[in-house]
Structures are given as C-alpha cells and as structure tokens.
C-alpha cells in the first residue's frame, strides 16, 4: 500500500534519514516484503554494520554527548542494553523530494527487520530519540500509515525574557523545514502547539508554507506571518527551518 501525500508540492530540498540499530546482527539481509510492508530499498540508501571490527570508534561515538547523557539519566536500563551491544546497523538516506511517503514505509520496515533479527534500540538522532523496539513496533511500524508526529520533536527552551521558544526537529526527513517561534508566553502557548502540529502534519503530507505567509487561525494574531530561514548546518535544527513572526 503506497503511503501517499496529500498536499505534495515538490520542492528542490532533499530528504534525508538517518537510523542506528544497536544489536548484534548476521551478515545476510532476507526481508519478507509482506511482513514489512517493503518493497526496495531507496535510492542512495548507505546500510552499514560497525562492529569491533568495523570501526568500533565510529559505534562508540553515539555513546556521547547531551542525547547519550540524557538516556543514562532517564533510562538507565535501556543504556546499559545500548552499553552492551556488539554492534550497530546504520541506515543513511538521501534522495531528492518525493511525492510519496514510500521511501519513508520502506525505511520503517527496515529498521523493524533489523529490531526482529538482533536489534535491541533504535537510535533516531534527527529526533532526538531513542526507541525501546516494543515502542517502535507499537508507534511506528504497527501502525501500517505514516506517523510524522513519530518522527518530529517539539522543543520549548526559554528565553532569557523569559518567554519561552518553541522549536521543532526532524522534519528534514521529509523535505521540509523545520518550525520555530520565539517569544512564546503561557497564554498563548496551547495555541501556538497546535498551529506548529498542523504545520508538521502539512509539510509532512507534501505541503509547503509559503514565504511570507500570514497565519490565518483563532487564537493567534492575524499579523503573524512565516519567513524561510536557515541551512542544513544551523545545529538547532540540522536543517533549514521557518520563523514564525509575531508582526
């Protein structure tokens, strides 16, 4: 079943994922298409097995850092699992936009091969997330449709007025940028989550926010509007992104 995208207006960005199965896992690949609702893998998919004698140093290094130190600190359980697997599949993909979500069901029924056959987490750094594999299978692959909400984050940092930044990750996965609002203050807070949930529903789905656009919704001011902002090197986001502005 194809994965549509409704609103689909394509654009010259690329979509680009990016997978880590940690586990221990053999030298042959034999994916059922009907099990994984698979049928190919995307062009200019790299899939690469690091283990103790394959780079060990490149599987250590995402055992680092704020993402790594934020897993020990809430999961430890699921750390000492990740701690402990011999080596990690990693499934990089970049290709040019498309019209449908099919790269995207192909990758979920990679990675859920992989989790059946050796793999014990799911490292989704766009997303700033680690899987448990019976949180995957539950939110992600059993769902047999697109979950974007699975695959995006919402991030509220505050300010140093104290109001508070909203700002979205892992929409490059789809081609699109990300989303971010400034200035962001407990009244408004609610409304402005469900406008950034459409705009990630949208862009998923194949829309594109228009530069310039004026946000047209109750609860929020008429004279906010969108500007394009950013490159794929800005570490906010790793990604381009849109800056809603409040005038």
């Not at 099990?35 to 899939?47: A, I, M, R, S, V």
């Not at 906010?236 to 502005?245: A, L, Q, S, T």
Request: some cysteine; hydrophobic content about 35%.
């Amino acid at each position: 079943m194809s994965w549509e995208r409704t609103y689909f207006t394509p654009t010259e960005d690329s979509i680009f994922s990016f997978f880590v199965i940690f586990g221990d896992f053999g030298n042959e690949v034999n994916i059922s298409g009907s099990k994984y609702n698979f049928d190919g893998l995307p062009e200019n998919t790299d899939l690469a097995n690091y283990h103790d004698g394959a780079s060990p140093e490149y599987r250590e290094g995402f055992k680092s850092g704020y993402l790594w130190d934020e897993l020990c600190e809430d999961d430890q359980e699921l750390a000492r699992t990740v701690q402990s697997a011999s080596s990690c599949m990693v499934i990089r993909t970049e290709i040019p936009d498309q019209e449908s979500l099919d790269y995207l069901r192909n990758l979920v029924g990679l990675v859920t091969y992989f989790l059946d056959n050796g793999g014990i987490c799911v490292y989704e750094p766009q997303r700033f997330k680690w899987w448990r594999p019976e949180d995957w299978r539950d939110k992600v692959f059993l769902a047999k449709e697109p979950k974007p909400f699975q695959h995006t984050q919402i991030l509220v940092s505050e300010q140093e007025n104290g109001q508070l930044w909203y700002h979205t990750r892992g929409l490059r996965l789809f081609a699109r940028p990300d989303i971010s609002v400034h200035d962001v203050t407990d009244a408004t807070s609610s409304n402005v989550l469900e406008m950034i949930n459409r705009f990630i529903e949208y862009q998923a789905l194949g829309g594109v926010i228009e530069h310039g656009k004026r946000i047209n919704m109750a609860g929020l001011p008429s004279s906010m509007w969108c500007e394009h902002r950013g490159d794929y090197d800005d570490d906010d986001f790793n990604n381009k992104h849109v800056e809603v502005h409040w005038e």
